[in-house]
Antibody, heavy 121, light 110 residues
């Protein structure tokens, strides 16, 4: 059974860059999937941040696009998130997730447990 | 303000049937498949329904999904106490070129 695990600093100072890594175990970063980051501020709903294919091709949420970079390292079975110029509004639980790509559909079929990142001085 | 609209709360007693709605537009639900997720507080979301009405293996058949036009629904039949959780709908949006989620519905089992 594939497992996803987020890791990275839990506290980031305002204006700095948030960096997280998702390690995928029990499976490989196959081309039938792509890989996403989603976040959830406390007491609020889910917000999609962006996605990356194993080829390196990316798409980002337009509202975050200027500050987000997602990268993949297939040799380490990892993909990463960088969010620059953070403010308190970026404080949230950050999830990494796998998206299954079917012939005519896609779905988030596996999620990490999430990691709380707090932006504070 | 979420792109997909869900009621913030729903409730029912054990054994009852509960329906949670998800309203969108032609650029998301109207043209793409809908997934539903269950989130128990403190844990990551779990896939409940994909392609509008399919259940992954291991998800009880008490959970079912449907879609009509630009709206989708999640139905939980024979409500159980362990169903108390937050539920989210999601779909790809062609206009935004990204995934959109509902704001979530908190289900309380009375």
């Amino acid at each position: 059974q594939v497992q996803l695990q987020e890791s990275g600093p839990r506290l980031v100072k305002p204006s700095q860059t948030l960096s997280l890594t998702c390690t995928v175990s029990g499976g490989s970063l196959s081309s039938i999937y792509y890989w996403s980051w989603i976040r959830q501020p406390a007491g609020k709903g889910l917000e999609w941040i962006g996605r990356i294919y194993t080829s390196g091709s990316t798409n980002y949420n337009p509202s975050l696009k200027s500050r987000v970079t997602i990268s993949v390292d297939t040799s380490k079975n990892q993909f990463s998130l960088r969010l620059s110029s953070v403010t308190a509004a970026d404080t949230a639980v950050y999830y990494c997730a796998r998206v299954y790509v079917g012939g005519w559909y896609e779905t988030f079929d596996n999620w990490g447990q999430g990691t709380l990142v707090t932006v504070s001085s | 303000q979420s792109v997909l609209t869900q009621p913030p709360s729903a409730s029912g007693t054990p054994g009852q049937r509960v329906t949670i709605s998800c309203s969108g537009s032609s650029s998301n639900i109207g043209s793409k498949t809908v997934s539903w997720y269950q989130q128990v507080p403190g844990t990551g979301p779990k896939l409940l329904i994909y392609t509008d009405n399919e259940r992954p293996s291991g998800v009880p058949d008490r959970f079912s999904g449907s879609k009509s036009g630009t709206s989708a629904s999640l139905v939980i039949s024979g409500l159980q106490s362990e169903d108390e959780a937050d539920y989210y709908c999601a779909a790809w949006d062609d206009s935004l070129n990204g995934w959109v989620f509902g704001g979530g519905t908190k289900l309380t089992v009375l």
